[in-house]
């Protein structure tokens, strides 16, 4: 069945340096990708997001890049602040025309070091 | 600007006892619904889904129900209660159709 997993559950990055989080998925009829952050004890917070028309997106300090050959999604985070630190999660649709029922990754650790 | 506001923040219950929690959505009109379950250290489980008011959707087997009384309120139920229902539960919303999902702060369930 479909699915959405993260390479590496636990990133360590010094401040000031850039971070990359991958992510991989199975469902090549996906359309539709998310980044969340998660802090500790809250919801999940919109990092950025991407349609498979795309391969690039970029936000304040974030750039999403879609790879839809092999089927992988990264966020790339630019001077990686102590803020930062926090869950992050990536996220498809499945699409079915009304809601929006998002599948998402387990979830990497960004640990952002002084 | 649309808000989502869900209660209470913390939960602790006995096995067996019945559950409730709400979740309201302010400042937008006929949103869709979600309620997700994140046991720790892992993913979001889509539980329960809803386009309009009575209109559930149930995405996995379980000891929970959901309702939708009204168009910006969803409730998340259980008669007793299990051990394995522990866990950090998510409300959302969207607007109709793929999109982005807005998460409201979480209610943390323990069952003891």
């Known amino acids: 069945g479909e699915s959405v997993g993260l390479h590496l559950p636990t990133l360590s990055v010094q401040e000031g340096d850039n971070s990359i989080i991958n992510c991989a998925y199975s469902?090549?009829?996906?359309?539709?990708f998310i980044w969340y952050k998660q802090e500790s004890g809250k919801g999940p917070q919109f990092i950025i997001d991407i349609r498979s028309n795309m391969d690039k997106r970029q936000g304040q300090r974030v750039t999403v890049l879609l790879n839809k050959t092999v089927k992988h999604l990264s966020l790339q985070i630019a001077a990686t602040q102590p803020g930062d630190s926090a869950v992050y999660f990536c996220a498809e649709t499945r699409h079915t025309g009304t809601a929006s029922k998002l599948t998402f990754g387990t979830g990497t650790r960004l640990q952002v070091t002084l | 600007s649309q808000t989502i506001h869900q209660w209470p923040a913390t939960l602790v219950q006995p096995v067996g006892s019945p559950l409730s929690l709400e979740c309201t959505v302010e400042g937008t009109s006929n949103p869709n619904l979600y309620w997700y379950r994140q046991a720790a250290g892992r993913g979001l489980q889509l539980l329960f889904y809803s386009v309009g008011i009575g209109q559930i959707s149930s995405e996995v087997p379980q000891n929970l129900s959901a309702s939708r009384p009204q168009d910006r309120q969803f409730i998340l139920s259980s008669k007793k209660l299990l051990l394995s229902d522990s866990g950090f539960y998510l409300c959302?919303?969207?607007?109709?159709?793929?999109?982005?999902?807005?998460f409201g702060e979480g209610s943390r369930l323990t069952v003891l």
């Open positions: 469902n090549s009829a996906s359309d539709y």
């Open positions: 959302a919303w969207s607007l109709e159709g793929p999109g982005e999902l807005f």
